[in-house]
């Protein structure tokens, strides 16, 4: 016997009259541990290792320009860049990454999150293959690269959330959602060591030709395998398409999406949203392009040690975020918490969090101290993508895509301004000037979880509601 699941749904006509009706829809739990027989997991999967790609393509960098520019007793640094010249070099990326957020989320609202996603990946991944020649070239031909790069890779977040507004049982988003993101954390935690290693023993620029292979491994399997709408997959059950499209209602069925621009600016839900996505990503492109360099500088680790070290923080966020994505569901589904408070508690505890143990790791004496303050910093960030990068979905499923483009647009200013006020505060590459750093990243946390916590909603919101259409009441989900 398959489970019920039991659907309160909520009809509006064009007069705003509302009509209720329950549905009962059998889904067919029989499965167990085959996690393929759920292509919804198949296509989160996927979407994890694709996240995963993108990540180890923008981190290699990170790990590789410390033996570009650092020489050694018997040898001298292939590359004489000071450290403003390096934080243009790891800020470049962001100046391509962040023209292509809005125009990735639209262009997926209307061609589909598979197609866009997948392209991003695999350009970024050719492009890299071709990085050594054109940075011994010169290095603004890296920096132009870079920019092209980010180009690409500014798409893959705001269209993820495009398949995941068809994809993505209500109930379900948070773990979907953060096990794809998860992708992110595991791939830096995967990239830092290994590139050290590479670098150390292949020479840096193997680190590019190998990554950007497995980019286009992954590109292949992705293009293949997922599609965009759950009814375009052949192996799908019918139990599972049911269960996904009644759970979605009727409102994801329409072909052309129109975007209230007006509401959508001036709604303080979304900007509460935009608000801790940019203070996030302060923290982690700080530590995502510096952390390296840091442990070099700071704590005096050899190139394979900072690799592994700067990974540790990345190891407990990728432990974090799905253990975090079950329990914001876990907590959803049972009425334990509405919606609105799992996303504010997750996403406000979170930086509180950080803001207090990245301003300790500033004034810690010990390396030990400092890399377990690191580590609790970033792992805690973990929690907060259960909680404001999921919430898109919440307040306008259909505009999710356009919304994160927005959102992640502005998210992006860290990714150019973080490395570049490193750059000219960090002269002398000492630990004064390292705890600067982190007091900034600090402070940026703690706003963001005031403005958050104020402002932040799980509710569906008034300009993203459509007429004719069905409305799940999501906590009214009962299953037997």
Known sequence: MGKKIIFHLERRDQHGSVEKRTEKVEMDDAVGW?????????????????????????????????????????????????????????????????STQVIGGWL???????????????????????????????????????????????????CIHAIWANWAPPLERSKLATLAFAGSSVGTVFAMPVCGIIVEQLGWASSFYIFGAIGLVWFAFWW???????????????????????????????????????????????????????????????????????????????????????????????????????????????????TTHVRKIFTCVAFLSQTTFMILAGFTTTSTSAVTCLAVAVGLGGFAWSGFSVNHLDIAPQHASVLMGIGNTIATLPGIVSPLITGNIVQNKTAAEWRIVLIIAGTI????????????????????????????????????
């Not at 499209?245 to 209230?260: A, D, V």
């Not at 952390?291 to 540790?312: C, H, I, Q, R, Y």
């Not at 916590?453 to 069905?470: L, P, T, V």
């Open 34 to 98: 085959k996690f393929w027989k759920k292509r919804r997991y198949v296509v989160a999967i996927f979407a994890f290792f694709g996240f995963f790609t993108s990540y180890v393509l923008r981190v290699n960098l990170s790990i590789a320009i410390v033996a570009m520019t650092k020489s050694s007793p018997e040898d001298e640094a292939e590359f004489n860049w000071d450290s403003k010249l390096q934080g243009l070099v790891l800020s470049s990326f962001f100046y391509g990454y962040i």
């Open 108 to 158: 997926s609202a209307r061609i589909g999150g598979k197609r866009v996603f997948g392209i991003g990946i695999a350009v970024t991944a050719l492009l890299t293959l071709i990085t050594p020649p054109l940075t011994r070239h010169s290095v603004y031909a890296l920096v132009t690269l870079r920019i092209i790069e980010g180009i690409f890779e500014g798409v893959t977040y705001p």
């Open 224 to 338: 293949h395998i997922v599609t965009d709408k759950p009814e375009d997959d052949p192996k799908i059950s019918q139990s599972e398409l049911d269960y996904i499209k009644r759970s979605l209602g009727n409102s994801n069925q329409q072909k052309t999406i129109s975007h209230p621009w007006k509401s959508m600016l001036t709604s303080p839900a979304v900007w509460a949203i935009v608000a801790a996505h940019f203070s996030e990503n302060w923290g982690f492109y700080t530590m995502l392009t510096q952390l390296p360099t840091f442990m070099s500088d700071v704590l005096n680790f050899k190139l394979e040690e900072t690799g592994f070290f700067s990974a540790v923080p990345y190891l407990v966020m990728s432990i974090v975020i799905p253990c975090s994505g079950q329990l914001a569901d876990y907590l959803r589904s049972k009425n334990i918490l509405s």
């Open 445 to 480: 946390y703690l706003f963001g979880a005031v403005i958050y916590g104020i402002f932040a909603s799980g509710e569906r919101q008034h300009w993203a509601r459509e007429k004719n259409s069905d409305d799940l009441k999501e906590n009214s989900i009962s299953a037997y």
